[in-house]
């Protein structure tokens, strides 16, 4: 019998996020892993690389949000978190229904892009 395993789903939602919205903004797709990690997670540009930290599903909405900013590096590359980079992310955010109220280039909370309706704060770091 197949075990379910918590991180290979969470690892193959993460992809199947990344080759959407890869596809829908016309990049080629990026490696991602969804793993254990203490702190935040990455995007390397140069090996088109993202890993994305277990705890960040801590809502499933931020789990997406958090895969919307990596991926929003390769498609805003050299942006850094400037607000050519936010409008990016908020676009593809608001296809997933969920608008990010800033505090500084992290969210301070998440909200339901359609009611306004609070889905999470602060959560630790992302980079
Ligand atoms: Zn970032």
Same mark, same amino acid.
């Given at each position: 019998m /197949? !075990? #379910? +395993? /918590?991180?290979n789903y969470h690892q193959r939602f993460a992809e199947h996020l990344m080759s959407r919205i890869c596809r829908q903004a016309q990049i080629p797709n990026i490696k991602i892993e969804v793993k254990e990690l203490r702190?935040?997670?990455? &995007? #390397?540009?140069? +090996? !088109?690389?993202?890993?994305?930290?277990?705890? &960040? +599903? !801590?809502?499933? $909405?931020? *789990?997406?949000?958090?895969v919307i900013? $990596?991926?929003t590096h *390769?498609? %805003?590359? =050299? %942006?850094g978190h400037n607000m050519a980079f936010k409008l990016k992310e908020q676009?593809? %955010? /608001?296809? =997933? +229904?969920? &608008?990010i109220e800033y505090s500084k280039a992290y969210p301070k909370r998440l909200l339901r892009h359609d009611t306004g309706q609070l889905i999470c704060g602060?959560?630790?770091?992302?980079t």
């Open positions: /197949k !075990r #379910v +395993n /918590k991180n702190r935040g997670g990455r &995007a #390397v540009l140069h +090996n !088109r690389y993202i890993s994305i930290p277990l705890w &960040a +599903n !801590r809502t499933k $909405e931020y *789990f997406i949000y958090y900013h $990596e991926i *390769f498609i %805003c590359s =050299y %942006c676009e593809i %955010c /608001k296809r =997933y +229904n969920i &608008a602060k959560y630790g770091y992302s």
